[in-house]
């Protein structure tokens, strides 16, 4: 029998290589014919990944991380048709049964078959199934047809798998989360926070014809991160008003539509930078986008934070100003990203180098026993997307 190990969450702050089982076609007691078996060829560690590792969600301790996988086919269940044996593929986030009525619709994110606590799964996640990870050396797929994208040439997509890493999770959701908000050719975009997602997020406003990209963060070296591609910049730490450093940008303090890619653990601007404000970028971006605009919102809301400063935060229950953005007209989207909708046509921009989306969130690739350590590095704000080759199969 292969051995296995994997990345697991132990205590807030701390997380461990371990010896775990190796996978199975199996559902609990019954077979998963409709699964197969990856030996993962690349994972990555995500920004949702240090919410749990911080100790700001009920994960329990013990849990296998990773839900941003790439792998290598290596066993199929008989009732997989399409994906053989020897495919290179890439595995959405999201699990979805491709049965029920919210996949029909693509609505792959909040699939109603595959977690019995309410709707949507996730690789490796708290609350969203009970599904183990995939930051480890092998992993199970299930419903693979539907879920799996196999890459059309397995030596084309090595040349580029620092970038194809990208599809299982932070491209398609900075895609998203930018489509959602309306960027089009000619927009005003401000995208809040500049780590993985939100330069994902701003690399695809690029991809989408954004006229001006404006990124806002606190920490210097991923703001120099996002203006290597060509994004203009806004240091949060001021304490000078958002919209003030938009206009000394734009000329008027307002963008056309702005995209959190922050979420629950935002942090007070300017003179409050140091003390968590979970509601301050939805705040902020209300202010700032014009009437009549949207706003996407792909940065990580939860039902329960342990680690909220109050008893209303620790619920998800925020001080939201909704007068404000009823008041404007906009239009807010909020969830996860249904991977599927954007996986494909991602992956053809990234073969056919219309974006070079590893150097957009600077790719680092690092061994799996190397990962406690991404983990810290990642916490400090490295501008950096750790990815984890178990294998070395990642080519230099």
């Known amino acids: ?24 076609l199996a559902l609990g007691d019954r077979k998963c014919e409709h699964g197969v078996i990856l030996q993962i060829v690349s994972t990555n560690i995500c920004g949702s990944d240090q919410h749990m590792v911080r100790g700001r969600t009920t994960a329990p301790a013990g849990l296998v991380l990773g839900h941003e996988i790439t792998g290598l086919v ?70 693979a047809d539907f879920n799996l994208l196999k890459f059309p040439d397995k030596d084309q997509a090595m040349a580029k798998i620092r970038d194809l890493t990208l599809l ?16 089009g050719p000619g927009s005003i975009v401000y995208v809040a926070g500049a780590g993985p997602v939100g330069l994902a997020c701003a690399a695809s406003c690029h991809l989408l014809g954004a006229a001006v990209v404006i990124v806002g963060d606190m920490i210097p070296e991923r703001l120099e991160q996002a203006r290597s591609f060509g994004c203009e910049t ?21 963008v056309d539509c702005a995209v959190d890619c922050v979420g629950f653990e935002a942090r007070g601007h300017g003179s409050e930078a140091g003390t968590e404000h979970p509601a301050t970028v939805l705040n902020a971006v209300m202010t700032v986008t ?36 009823w008041a404007k007209s906009h239009s807010f989207y909020t969830g996860q990203c249904p991977v599927m909708k954007y996986h494909r046509q991602l992956m053809n921009a990234i073969l056919y180098d219309k974006i070079q989306i590893a150097k957009a969130v600077n ?29 070395g199969m990642i080519p230099n």
């Open 168 to 183: 299982s999770d932070i491209f398609p959701t900075g895609y998203h989360g930018a489509v959602t908000a309306g960027v």
């Open 74 to 143: 290596i066993e199929a269940g008989r009732d997989v048709e399409f994906i053989k044996v020897g495919d290179l593929v890439s595995v959405p986030f999201n699990i979805a049964c491709g049965r029920c009525r919210n996949c029909k619709v693509g609505q792959t994110g909040i699939c109603l078959n595959v977690n019995p606590a309410r709707p949507g799964a996730a690789y490796g996640y708290v609350d969203m199934g009970g599904w183990v990870g995939g930051q480890a050396e092998y992993v199970m797929v299930p419903y």
């Open 363 to 391: 790719v680092e690739v690092i061994t799996l026993d190397k990962a406690p350590q991404g983990y810290q590095d990642f916490d400090k704000g490295a501008a950096k997307k750790f990815v984890i080759d178990p294998h």
């Open 234 to 254: 806004v240091d949060l730490r001021k304490d000078v008003a958002l919209s003030e450093q938009i206009a000394a940008i734009v000329g008027v303090p307002e």
């Open 1 to 24: 029998m292969c051995q296995n190990h994997g990345v697991a969450y132990i205590k807030p702050g701390v997380v461990e290589v371990q010896s775990i089982e190796y996978p199975k």
């Open 290 to 325: 014009r009437a009549g605009g949207a706003i996407g919102i792909p940065g990580l809301y939860v039902t329960g934070d342990p680690g909220a400063k109050d008893d209303a935060a620790k619920e998800g229950s925020l001080s939201i100003r909704i007068g404000l953005g």
